[in-house]
T-cell receptor, first 110, second 117 residues
Framework: QKEVEQNSGPLSVPEGAIASLNCTYSDRGSQSFFWYRQYSGKSPELIMSIYSNGDKEDGRFTAQLNKASQYVSLLIRDSQPSDSATYLCAVIEGYSTLTFGKGTMLLVSP | GAVVSQHPSRVICKSGTSVKIECRSLDFQATTMFWYRQFPKQSLMLMATSNEGSKATYEQGVEKDKFLINHASLTLSTLTVTSAHPEDSSFYIC?????????????FGAGTRLSVL
């Protein structure tokens, strides 16, 4: 059974700090990796996708993928209180459906 | 990113009535759409996978006669909650898969909050 593991948190960081969110996955055949952000009471919003090993940067967000270690992470630089949300790691292999982790709650304090 | 429109955003209905929720991909064709349910403070739960022109595939434990899914076109899927009861009250979210070009991404609708009285 495919599994995506995340620490549920909450991860608390002060405003302006770097938040580091981690995710591991069990299926070695996984090819596509995503980070979604979900605010309380709202639906998930895609913030990053990554398909190959290494880093991918988009503004304050950096996704890191290491397929050998089956590990994907999300760094948020200069964290803002508005970044406080649950971050969902999701993985897909081939034509199968997305497998979501349970999410990590991030709290950024002013 | 691509836009997925979901309507209505909120429904309040009496027990025993049926509720239809629409999910549209606005700027891409989605051969596959997904329906999720989320209870407060819990994870997303995949209910079913909807493929255009064919029957939906339901996850274990999801009653296909209660949650009717129709995916009649490449841009529209509907979920009908039949004979809704209070235990069906939840946040229902659709997503559409954009599997074009070099990427494969799922975009989510804004969700429908269903309250059954």
């Amino acid at each position: 059974q495919k599994e995506v593991e995340q620490n549920s948190g909450p991860l608390s960081v002060p405003e302006g700090a770097i938040a580091s969110l981690n995710c591991t996955y069990s299926d070695r055949g996984s090819q596509s990796f995503f980070w979604y952000r979900q605010y309380s009471g709202k639906s998930p919003e895609l913030i990053m996708s990554i398909y190959s090993n290494g880093d991918k940067e988009d503004g304050r967000f950096t996704a890191q993928l290491n397929k050998a270690s089956q590990y994907v992470s999300l760094l948020i630089r200069d964290s803002q209180p508005s970044d406080s949300a649950t971050y969902l790691c999701a993985v897909i292999e081939g034509y199968s459906t997305l497998t979501f982790g349970k999410g990590t709650m991030l709290l950024v304090s002013p | 990113g691509a836009v997925v429109s979901q309507h209505p955003s909120r429904v309040i209905c009496k027990s025993g009535t049926s509720v239809k929720i629409e999910c549209r991909s606005l700027d891409f064709q989605a051969t596959t759409m997904f329906w999720y349910r989320q209870f407060p403070k819990q994870s997303l739960m995949l209910m079913a996978t909807s493929n255009e022109g064919s029957k939906a595939t339901y996850e274990q434990g999801v009653e296909k006669d209660k949650f009717l899914i129709n995916h009649a076109s490449l841009t529209l899927s509907t979920l009908t909650v039949t004979s809704a009861h209070p235990e069906d009250s939840s946040f229902y979210i659709c997503s559409a898969r954009d599997f074009s070009g070099r990427t494969d991404i799922q975009y989510f609708g804004a969700g429908t909050r269903l309250s059954v009285l």
